[in-house]
């Protein structure tokens, strides 16, 4: 199974402002604080946290703090308090915070392990003793289901199958 990454780092405008000398930079940010939202706080995404903050802390001689967060929606609201100066979010939580924090991409990559670049998709998982086979039983009878979707900020948790089931005729707010 290839495992696919898509990260777009968000800087708030804390970065727009330009200055001329390198050492007036440095001497206004003492330290950045990068949000994470825990979808999976497993030991790979804690190391990637700590690779970037790390990898940040080298590259632009401040320390950088992680803070976790539940989900997009605080990670957002943090940004817009500014306890928050930068995150990883996906494509439709980064639209979100770009209208509600004034976030602006910075970074935008989309990869997978042979390079390829592509998206992640959504899954449907159902118990198996549902009987339900297929998204065309959904579908054919979508009254006698109940979806749960992911964070309602999520690009493939909730954006794109959302908008599938819309465009196959179900309101899901209706399920």
Do not use: H
Request: aromatic share 10%; hydrophobic share 35%.
């Amino acid at each position: 199974m290839k495992r696919i990454t898509f990260i777009i780092l968000i800087v708030l405008p804390i970065f727009s402002c330009e200055k001329s000398d390198k050492t007036d930079y440095e001497e206004e940010i003492k330290e950045l604080v990068y949000g994470r939202v825990v979808s999976v706080d497993n030991e790979a995404s804690i190391e990637r946290t700590e690779k970037t903050a790390a990898y940040l802390e080298k590259e632009l001689g401040v320390p950088v703090r992680s803070i976790k967060g539940s989900d997009y929606a605080s990670g957002i609201e943090a940004m817009k308090t500014g306890k928050v100066d930068f995150a990883i979010t996906g494509a439709f939580s980064y639209s979100i915070a770009a209208a509600k924090a004034g976030a602006e991409s910075l970074v935008t990559t989309a990869y997978t392990k042979t390079g390829a670049i592509n998206y992640a998709g959504s899954m449907i998982f159902t118990s198996s003793k549902s009987g339900i086979t297929s998204i065309e039983q959904v579908i054919a009878n979508p009254q006698n289901y109940t979806i749960a979707f992911a964070d309602p900020a999520s690009t493939s948790g909730y954006l794109y199958p959302s908008s599938y089931l819309r465009s196959r005729g179900i309101e899901p707010s209706c399920l």
